[in-house]
């Protein structure tokens, strides 16, 4: 059976309802405030603002493979260095003074280290990217994140079985209780 999120229609299951009667839900099995579809939202809407949601967490992905992209390639900068140090050491000047010319401290694109990208991507693309997609969601669902997810949750868990809450007992503060 489908439970629509938007209704608070969970009521527990025959596997401990004995203790609780039908009509009064356990604590966590109805879906936390903030991760209901306001009223007036379509279905429609609710995929595409899902589809949106899994674009950013893509970029999102992307943006961290970036800073490690930046961490990794300043750590073998370095680490560059230091065998620069030891060619010179072991009596290899000429290969050295090489690679420490034209290697060490080079721009990994064309005027650009790597710090320079992530704030390139971050100025230019990423901070866009979630300023509309909150727009979108501001306009179109009250703000709210994750709503597709939500009722995905709500079709897909065991509505009163332990391990199976709609939510934590108590929300994290900062959660939209609306």
């Known amino acids: 059976m489908d439970v629509d999120p938007m209704q608070d229609t969970a009521t527990p299951d025959s596997a401990g309802a004995a203790d609780v009667a039908a009509d009064e839900p356990r604590p966590g099995d109805l879906p936390v405030p903030g991760h209901t579809t306001p009223p007036g939202v379509d279905d429609a809407t609710i995929e595409a603002l899902g589809k949106l949601s899994e674009a950013l967490e893509t970029a999102e992905r992307a943006r961290g493979h970036l800073y490690s992209f930046h961490q990794l390639t300043g750590s073998a900068d370095i680490a560059l260095g230091e065998a620069v140090k030891a060619l010179r050491s072991a009596g290899h000047q000429q290969i ?3 690679i420490d010319t034209e290697l060490v401290g080079r721009n990994v694109l064309p005027g650009r280290w790597t710090f320079q990208i992530v704030e390139a ?50 929300p994290p503060s900062g959660t939209d209780s609306a």
């Open 96 to 98: 050295a003074d090489r």
């Open 121 to 170: 991507y971050d100025d230019d693309y990423w901070s866009l990217f979630r300023q509309l997609e909150q727009e979108a969601r501001d306009q179109l669902a009250v703000g709210r994140r994750h709503l597709y997810e939500a009722r995905m949750k709500q079709r897909e868990r065991t509505v009163g079985l332990p391990g199976h809450e709609a939510g934590p007992a108590e």
